[in-house]
Structures are given as structure tokens and as C-alpha cells.
């Protein structure tokens, strides 16, 4: 298990009063009732994504937030009270710094109802269910490598000039790496820094008071 399936079981598993916590659809055998499964139903991806600085052996990490929807499943007798108790769970201060250690947070509370799940024909057994959002980060790292200098050669000549230059070299250091909003998230009213780096002078564009919906710009140049 890894990924945010195990962030998902490590935030699950505290609330589950002892309980044993399961995902769904593994070819297991049903184990002993009472427990949780966990079901995964989909994945939204935002249409932003975070570039963060590049380090020093050329990596840029790209982080994005990711939305699943997931469905958790309570069995056993008052399978339905388990239900509702982890509804209110999730709004409780200790449940909300534990979503802040996972580096997660749980946005709507979706569904919640008793539904009895079908054994045989003749038989059903008590299910509670609740749906909820749960959002997390993915990260990849890309390696963009590092370009330290560009050196560009040519040749010159000229009517007032009867004979041909020579050749001129000119030297280019590239400017330090853009860092993407410093690091931070992009629902912070849209505001976007590029850095440079030799001096503190700033240029503000538009007095900062653009027309698109609280949209900031600002950059500092060198």
C-alpha cells in the first residue's frame, strides 16, 4: 500500500474504534464482521498545477491536488450508527490535525445512508455508508536539467567596411530559475510572483489592481 491509498488508510484507521479497515474489490474472502471497507469511486484532477523551484542537479518537482470521491462501508450490527459516527467524526479539532500531519483535507460530505446489502436470496445484512470528498497531493519530479551559460558565434560585415570583422563570441549567463508562485498553492486570489535575484527593486503592474477578478500580478526585477 502506498500512494494516497495509504494516506487515506492512516487517516481511516484512527477513527475506526478498533475496527479492522479493508479496500474493496481485492479477491479476499470476507473476513469476520464488524469492519470498514473502503471503496475508491473517482479521481478529479484540477486544471492547475504547481511548478516548484528547480534544484541544483536540474529536478523540478510538479505537485498537483487530486479529488477522489470515496465511498467507506460499515458492517456489522448498527452498522448504520458507525456510519453516522464517522460523519461527525471528520469535523472534530483532532480529526483536522490529523488532516493537516497527512498533508490531506476532506471537502463534502456527500451521502450518508443505511442500505442493507444482499447475503443470498433470502438474506440481507445491516451496511451503513458514507461518501465523502478526499483531497491529497500527488508529486512528480521532472528532469529539466541546467543551463549555466549560452555562447553564440557569427560573422559581421558591412558596406563602410571593406574587409570581414572578426569573429565576435558573446556570452550569456542565464538568469537564476523561476520559482511558480514561491512554492505556495493556487487559491490564494490567483496572485503569481516571478523571482530574479540581485536586486529588491519592485515594478508593480497596474498598481496590483488588475481587471480580472482579483487577479495580482507582481515582479521583481532584477
Not at 491509498?5 to 474472502?29: R, T, W
Not at 460530505?109 to 451503513?128: K, M
Request: charged share 25%; aromatic share 12%; proline share 2%.
Amino acid at each position: 500500500m502506498n500512494g494516497f491509498h495509504k494516506q487515506l488508510y492512516d487517516f481511516i484507521e484512527p477513527l475506526a474504534e478498533g475496527l479492522p479497515v479493508i479496500f474493496s474489490y481485492q479477491n479476499a474472502a470476507r473476513i469476520d464482521k464488524a469492519y470498514i471497507s473502503l471503496r475508491i469511486d473517482t479521481v478529479r484532477l484540477p486544471s492547475n498545477d504547481i511548478y516548484l523551484i528547480v534544484d541544483e542537479n536540474g529536478i523540478a518537482r510538479t505537485s498537483s491536488w487530486r479529488t477522489a470521491i470515496v465511498e467507506l462501508q460499515t458492517f456489522g450490527a448498527g452498522a448504520g450508527d458507525m456510519a453516522r459516527r464517522f460523519a461527525q467524526k471528520f469535523r472534530l479539532e483532532t480529526t483536522i490535525q490529523s488532516m493537516q500531519r497527512l498533508d490531506i483535507a476532506i471537502g463534502n460530505r456527500l451521502f450518508l445512508s443505511e442500505v442493507p446489502a444482499l447475503l443470498n436470496l433470502t438474506q440481507y445484512e445491516e451496511r451503513g455508508i458514507f461518501q465523502f470528498e478526499f483531497m491529497f497531493t500527488e508529486e512528480m519530479d521532472d528532469d529539466v536539467g541546467l543551463i549555466e551559460t549560452v555562447e553564440i558565434e557569427g560573422r559581421t560585415t558591412g558596406s563602410l567596411a571593406d574587409h570581414t570583422l572578426g569573429n565576435i563570441r558573446i556570452s550569456v549567463t542565464a538568469p537564476q530559475v523561476t520559482m511558480w508562485d514561491d512554492g505556495e498553492t493556487g487559491w490564494d486570489n490567483n496572485r503569481t510572483t516571478w523571482w530574479t535575484t540581485k536586486q529588491q527593486q519592485r515594478i508593480f503592474w497596474d498598481d496590483l489592481a488588475t481587471t480580472r477578478d482579483n487577479n495580482r500580478i507582481l515582479w521583481w526585477s532584477k
